[in-house]
């Protein structure tokens, strides 16, 4: 009961104080000019308006955002961090955990201000205009001005959507401290710090002005605003799993925070080649199903999984697909290579062969790993591709309308020639790899499978590359793939035994 008396207490006096005026003069200067050009679109338009168009208009302009709401959280957030961050409470809080969590809560202290007022002068602002608790004429016209169009889709009621947006600020608020009160204890360095809020700052407004709509979501003003949040990724649940999501994954890495940070970050990076290969993955297949909804609306969710996984071949080849195919099929070989293969060749000595008896023997031990590795992959494919279209709300029946074939031959082909594409793959990897002795040749053949998959180059696909790709099942049967597939990985293993062999007899 005190602490929240003493908190509330801080708030009142920080609303009362002289920045605190002249922030709050910001905002009213700035709801004037958006008062006056509503006022004037309404006219233009002949339309009516109401007050919800000035307050959620207000809460959610880019432009206040990007140049004054963000600077203002960074400043505020730094300054707390550099004050709190104290030896002597350190070591009566007893933990870097601890501190986060109490720098957290006078983060708060010093910003409830600015939220509070940027919440009242945008309710303020708004006498004058006629009152009503729906949506105004002018709020669902498409006009350039005009940017509340699209979250009537979204909200019942305008009131609903002040109530996302106030929630949507203060998780972005909260997340944006605890990631640069993470960063100062893991660098202690005033420098870095000020340098990540520059670079945030001018992230915020390249990515305002620059990206386009496909890539907002990597833009930090996208989570500001509940309007550029809806435009972005087209869900509230979307939003809301993304947030979630982050939130999670700040509590966790908050419960390891205090564990010997060399250790940590040696154990740690391994995985992160892996995580960013993922995060990828998720981006292609979110930017595909995001351009799908462009182009019709009675798209499946199969169709996701379609045209994220298209691939090229000699008479279909666009550039996009081949990319997305090569970062994740070559990407996913290439993940093999350097933390599986490369050290099962380089640790085999006598006393494996001796424990195995056989080099064909060692080669199935690990062989077999890789089997499920690759089916577990292309599940986990699938699933990201089917819960990424579910996300974007696109139709869930079974059916494929971007291509003529059954959804069962797509699966099928996803999944068996998918398998025995990626098999070949590794197994003419650790050919190569196994001849020349060095790890860094195998790698090379996968650029030699990237030069092969572009158009004139494997003339009559002679050599079986990209047959996994979906655009195939436009002119080929996926069962004639599987022989064709099944037939390269025979070679492929006849010639990995007769290797054995031959080192076997020298």
Known sequence: MKQRMFFQKKVLQGVVSLKWLAVGSVFCLYG????????????????YFNNWDLTLRLLSDMYLIVYFIIPLVLVFSIRSIFIDFDYQVLIRLGSFKKWVYYSFGNFWVSIAPLL???????????IGFPWSWDWSQLSATEHWTNTLNELIAFFE??????????????????????????????????YFML??????????????????????????????????AVNTFH???LVSIVLFVAS???????????????????????????????????????????????????????????????????????????????????????????????????????????????????????????????????????????????????????????????????????FINGFLQIIFYIIAVFIVSWVSKESIHGLLLVGVFMILMLPGVNGGGVIPVGLNGIVYLADDSPYDL???????????LSVVHYLFKQSLKI
């Open 195 to 228: 340098f990540v809020s520059v670079i945030v700052f001018l992230g915020s407004i390249i990515g305002f002005k620059l990206l386009p709509r496909e890539l907002a979501f990597l833009s930090p003003p996208t989570f500001f605003s509940i309007v550029q």
């Open 235 to 237: 869900s509230l649940i």
């Open 157 to 190: 009621m305008p009131l609903f959507a002040l109530a996302a947006q106030f929630v949507l600020v203060i998780v972005t608020f909260s997340f944006t401290h605890l990631v640069l009160a993470i960063l100062y204890v893991l660098t202690e360095s005033k």
């Open 482 to 492: 599987t022989v064709i597939l099944v037939i390269v990985n025979t070679i492929a």
């Open 248 to 414: 999670v994954l700040i509590v966790l890495f908050l419960q390891v925070l205090d564990l010997n940070k060399k250790a940590y970050v040696q154990w740690i990076k391994p995985y992160i080649p892996i995580v960013i290969y993922f995060f990828l993955c998720i981006i292609g297949i979110s930017l595909t199903a995001r351009s799908l909804l462009k182009t019709s609306a009675d798209l499946t969710i199969w169709d996701v999984l379609v045209m994220s996984f298209v691939g090229v071949s000699a008479e279909r080849f666009m550039y996009v697909p081949f990319f997305f195919y090569v970062l994740v099929f070559f990407g996913f070989v290439y993940l093999v290579q350097s933390f599986f293969l490369s050290n099962e060749i380089e640790e085999l000595g006598y006393y494996k062969i001796i424990r195995f008896r056989s080099l064909d023997k060692w080669f199935w031990s690990w062989m077999l790993k890789l089997f499920q590795a690759t089916a577990l992959f292309l599940c986990t494919l699938m699933g990201l591709s089917l819960v990424i279209a579910v996300c974007f709300g696109l139709n869930m029946r079974f059916h494929v309308t971007v291509l003529s074939t059954p959804v069962y031959e797509v699966i099928y082909h996803f």
């Open 116 to 126: 509070l007022l940027w919440v009242f002068v945008s309710l303020f602002m708004a």
């Open 32 to 47: 004037f000019m958006l008062k006056k050009e509503i006022v004037q679109t309404a006219s233009e338009r002949k339309v």
